[in-house]
C-alpha cells in the first residue's frame, strides 16, 4: 500500500461538531502536511508539522503527528458548510532530494449545515 | 495557488490524439512538479523539472508520456496517443521550503 493513507475515506458531520481525520504513512519523514481540495480545484496547503513537533494549531485546525507510530491527524474543530472538501495528508521524506510529496488517498468531508 | 498557471482547464481528447497540458510556475521560481490525481485518489508524482532538465521523472509512465521545461516559456506536460485511462486531473506546483503551491489543474477527458 502506499505512503500516507487517510481514514475515513468520507465522514459527514454536522455544522458545528468537529471532525477528526487520520493520516498513516511508512517511510521516515522530514515533516508532515496537510491540503484541502474543493470540488474540481487545486489544492491548498493548510498547515505543516515537522518530525520533531507533536502538535500544531492554526486557528480552527490541530494536528498532530506520532513518528512512533508513523500517523498524524487533522482536527477541525466547530465545523461549517464552507469545510466541505476533500483532505489530503502529504509526507516529505528524509531520503528525497527533489521534495516531491507523497498524497495520501484523501478523507471527503461533507458538512451538513 | 493563482500564482500557479495552467491551462487549459479542461481539455477533450479522442483516443489516439495528443494532450498537451502547460504549466507556469510561480514567478521567481524556475522549477515545477507534475502531479496526477485519477477520480477519487490523491495525487501521485509524475516528474520534476528545472529549467531544460528533468530532475526526477520517476513517477512518469514509460511510454506516452514526456515532459519539458524550456528556457523560455512554460512547462509542457505531453501525452501521445491518448487512452481513455488517461483521464484525470494534472496538477502543476511549484514549492516554497517545503510547502508546496497548486495550480488549478486541468482536466483531461479522453472519449
Known amino acids: 500500500s502506499q505512503q500516507g493513507e487517510e481514514d475515513p475515506q468520507a465522514l459527514s458531520i454536522q455544522e458545528g461538531e468537529n471532525a477528526t481525520m487520520n493520516c498513516s504513512y511508512k517511510?521516515?519523514?522530514?515533516?508532515l502536511q496537510w491540503y484541502r481540495q474543493n470540488s474540481g480545484r487545486g489544492l491548498v496547503h493548510l498547515i505543516l508539522?515537522?518530525?520533531?513537533?507533536r502538535e500544531k494549531h492554526s486557528g480552527r485546525l490541530r494536528v498532530t503527528l506520532d513518528t512512533s507510530k508513523k500517523s498524524s491527524s487533522l482536527l477541525i474543530t466547530a465545523s461549517r458548510a464552507a469545510d466541505t472538501a476533500s483532505y489530503f495528508c502529504?509526507?516529505?521524506?528524509?531520503?528525497?532530494?527533489?521534495?516531491?510529496?507523497?498524497f495520501g488517498g484523501g478523507t471527503r468531508l461533507m458538512v451538513k449545515p | 495557488n493563482a500564482g500557479v498557471m495552467q491551462n487549459p482547464r479542461h481539455l477533450v481528447r479522442r483516443r489516439g490524439q495528443e494532450a498537451r497540458l502547460r504549466c507556469s510556475p510561480m514567478k521567481g521560481h524556475s522549477h515545477v512538479y507534475w502531479y496526477r490525481q485519477l477520480p477519487e485518489e490523491g495525487l501521485k508524482f509524475m516528474v520534476y523539472l528545472q529549467k531544460e532538465n528533468i530532475i526526477d521523472e520517476s513517477g512518469m509512465p514509460k511510454e506516452r508520456f514526456s515532459a519539458e521545461f524550456p528556457k523560455e516559456g512554460p512547462s509542457i506536460l505531453r501525452i501521445q496517443q491518448v487512452v481513455r485511462g488517461d483521464s484525470a486531473a494534472y496538477f502543476c506546483a511549484t514549492q516554497g521550503g517545503t510547502e508546496a503551491f497548486f495550480g488549478q489543474g486541468t482536466r483531461l477527458t479522453v472519449v
Open positions: 502529504a509526507t516529505g521524506p528524509v531520503n528525497n532530494a527533489g521534495n516531491m510529496l507523497t
Open positions: 508539522i515537522r518530525s520533531n513537533e
Open positions: 517511510t521516515s519523514i522530514n515533516n
